[in-house]
């Protein structure tokens, strides 16, 4: 890929979360979803399930509950990922009903380690074709993951690994704070945010809050408004992860998905209740809230 | 054992010996679970200058509970420094800065070799678990390798389902054939004992029996013939310090995190 149309690249506008995935979200695209553990973006994934989007590349390297729900709700036709788990919990089973029993669809994987898939969003942000790592040497993953190969470096001829770029054709990230222009600044656990919006062709980036002035210091990470395509402002939009300085991550949700995800029937009457039947994020909110309330959750 | 020796349960003996691996300063990449609970230990009691790095991007973490997953809040606001998840793979693990992985896995065979993919055929898996993590690399580039996991005969096999992170591969001098730049697996501590590679043919070798174990019961809970060392040395058993210290942990992460209980993944 070579960037040299500027038009890829409009200036970030600030819209509503449903008319960013509207526009820029198509059956069949590449998607990368970020965030590692922290800043994860609940909302927006929600809002892919909701608009029925199909057949998506997910990429991400801690596939976690959001996959597992998009996966279970059949929006995914292929996963890359490194590590893919209910953090502190277990499995995701819904990840695991589509690998081992094909359900709702069966799900190609492309597997990779945190280094190597970290790396080739560099690389794509790089605009490099691929990244290469010090990994791999024995092990069965490159037996398994045809993107994973040894080249030989020119200078030194030590055998090293190479994957290709990552340059999905949208990430989506969540970060704590725009400035009404559209720059967006994100601190706290970063994972691999930064690289995927720079290799991702567009960007769509929810934040908690939109503020006239960003107060960033210097080397802060920002995510200047003309490298995105599209702000939302989704207070609470990384719920049941956290957002460092707004509220901490729930971890009776990540417990509670255990049993929510763990047959399909319960499951999906979850995800039509929760998502399909509700207008947005804080309408999912109130819902949640109430069936929790009624012990529906547990 | 006596009266006056505290009681102390198999987690928590193993916890605690590989905790004691961990010399004060080293740099430690630490996998969640486990090996975190170890790791935290050992800088709450004999190594308070360890250095913990998680995958997540925290430099220098001294979280005050265990954290749950492995991007929790409490390591960004503890740590030194925060950075992005590349640069923890490109300039501080591969850069050769780390001492020691320390590492969990759901199996292991004789070389130390590790699988955390699946159980069964990879295209039609028995059981899918979650998948490398940053495991590979930090198995390539930490300086030595500290593995914890808990012997069955399940866990340690004859054949691996999978080699997701190579430890000694097929034993000798694997390693340097490989080019692989770290030393590899130098310990893999169990709730029954502590193995160590043999220094040449590098297969694991019971080398620390813990207090009350027999070889019969470490056999019997290994899949191949586990050797064991010409002299056999008993773990000391836990201090009161080191199981107060560890109790208190668990204790305050569990209130801390509603009684969520952290799991090894």
């Known amino acids: 890929m070579c960037r040299t149309d500027s038009s890829e690249f409009p200036m970030a506008e600030i819209i509503t979360l449903r008319e960013a995935v509207a526009a820029l979200v198509?059956?069949?695209?590449?998607?990368?979803?970020?965030?590692?553990?922290?800043?994860?973006?609940?909302?927006?994934?929600?809002?892919?399930?909701?608009?029925?989007?199909?057949?998506?590349?997910?990429?991400?390297?801690?596939?976690?509950?959001?996959?597992?729900?998009?996966i279970g709700a059949g929006c995914a036709k292929k996963l890359i990922f490194s590590w893919g788990g209910n953090p502190g919990v277990g499995s995701l089973h819904r990840l695991r009903d589509a690998v081992e029993r094909d359900w709702p669809a069966p799900l190609e994987i492309q597997e990779h380690g945190h280094g190597?898939?970290?790396?080739?969003?560099?690389?794509?942000?790089?605009?490099?074709?691929?990244?290469?790592?010090?990994?791999?040497?024995?092990?069965?993953?490159?037996?398994?993951?045809?993107?994973?190969?040894?080249?030989?470096?020119?200078?030194?001829?030590?055998?090293?690994?190479?994957?290709?770029?990552?340059?999905?054709?949208?990430?989506?990230?969540?970060?704590?704070?725009?400035?009404?222009?559209?720059?967006?600044?994100?601190?706290?656990?970063l994972g691999v945010q930064k690289e995927a919006v720079l290799a991702a062709k567009k960007a769509i980036v929810t934040v908690e809050e939109i503020v006239d002035d960003l107060k960033?210091?210097?080397?802060?990470?920002?995510?200047?408004?003309?490298?995105?395509?599209?702000?939302?402002?989704?207070?609470?939009?990384?719920?049941?992860?956290?957002?460092h300085g707004y509220y901490e991550r729930d971890n009776r949700f990540y417990q509670a998905w255990d049993a929510i995800s763990r047959e399909r029937e319960i499951f999906q009457n979850w995800i039509k209740t929760h998502i399909l039947n509700t207008l947005d994020f804080s309408e999912f909110r109130r819902v949640l809230a109430e069936s929790a309330a009624v012990g529906v959750r547990q | 054992m006596?009266?006056?020796?505290?009681?102390?349960?198999?987690?928590?003996?193993?916890?605690?010996?590989?905790?004691?691996?961990?010399?004060?300063?080293?740099?430690?990449?630490?996998?969640?679970?486990?090996?975190?609970?170890?790791?935290?230990?050992?800088?709450?009691?004999?190594?308070?200058?360890?250095?913990?790095?998680?995958?997540?991007?925290?430099?220098?973490?001294?979280?005050?509970?265990?954290?749950?997953?492995?991007?929790?809040?409490?390591?960004?606001?503890?740590?030194?420094t925060v950075v992005s998840t590349p640069e923890i793979f490109r300039y501080w693990l591969q850069g050769g800065r780390v001492d020691v992985g320390f590492l969990g896995a759901a199996q292991i065979d004789r070389f130390a070799n590790i699988n955390t993919t699946v159980i069964g055929d990879y295209k039609r898996p028995a059981t899918r678990l979650p998948g490398a993590?940053?495991?590979?690399?930090?198995?390539?580039?930490?300086?030595?390798?500290?593995?914890?996991?808990?012997?069955?005969?399940?866990?340690?096999?004859?054949k691996l389902d999978f080699v997701t992170s190579v430890g000694h591969l097929d034993g000798g001098d694997a390693r340097k054939r490989l080019g692989l730049p770290g030393k590899g697996p130098v310990a893999v501590v169990t709730d029954l004992c502590l193995m160590e590679p043999d220094p040449s043919s590098k297969e694991l070798t019971v080398t620390h029996l813990h207090p009350g174990i027999t070889r019969e019961e470490v056999t019997k809970a290994t899949g191949w013939e586990?050797?064991?060392?010409?002299?056999?040395?008993?773990?000391?058993?836990?201090?009161s310090i080191e199981l107060e210290t560890l109790r208190d942990l668990e204790r305050r992460t569990k209130l801390a995190h509603g009684n969520v209980v952290a799991t090894s993944t």
């Open chain 1, 116 to 189: 190597d898939l970290s790396n080739a969003y560099v690389a794509g942000a790089a605009n490099l074709p691929f990244a290469v790592i010090r990994a791999y040497a024995g092990s069965d993953l490159p037996n398994h993951n045809d993107k994973i190969k040894f080249i030989e470096c020119p200078f030194t001829g030590e055998t090293l690994a190479a994957v290709p770029a990552i340059n999905p054709d949208v990430t989506i990230i969540h970060a704590q704070k725009a400035d009404r222009k559209g720059n967006v600044l994100l601190w706290g656990i």
């Open chain 2, 226 to 239: 586990i050797r064991f060392a010409g002299t056999l040395t008993e773990t000391p058993a836990p201090t």
């Open chain 1, 216 to 243: 960033a210091w210097p080397n802060a990470c920002i995510l200047p408004a003309w490298t995105l395509a599209a702000v939302c402002c989704v207070p609470g939009g990384a719920f049941p992860s956290y957002a």
């Open chain 2, 2 to 80: 006596t009266a006056a020796q505290p009681a102390y349960t198999t987690n928590e003996i193993m916890t605690v010996a590989a905790a004691r691996l961990l010399k004060n300063g080293a740099v430690c990449f630490v996998g969640i679970g486990l090996p975190s609970t170890a790791a935290n230990l050992a800088r709450l009691t004999h190594a308070p200058d360890i250095v913990l790095i998680y995958e997540s991007g925290p430099i220098g973490a001294k979280p005050p509970v265990l954290p749950l997953s492995i991007g929790d809040g409490n390591l960004a606001e503890t740590a030194d």
């Open chain 1, 26 to 70: 198509r059956d069949g695209d590449t998607v990368a979803m970020e965030g590692f553990t922290h800043l994860i973006p609940f909302a927006a994934g929600h809002e892919v399930i909701r608009q029925r989007r199909k057949q998506l590349t997910l990429v991400r390297l801690t596939p976690d509950v959001i996959y597992d729900q998009l």
């Open chain 2, 133 to 158: 993590g940053g495991a590979p690399e930090i198995a390539s580039c930490a300086s030595e390798v500290v593995l914890l996991l808990k012997q069955s005969a399940r866990a340690f096999v004859k």
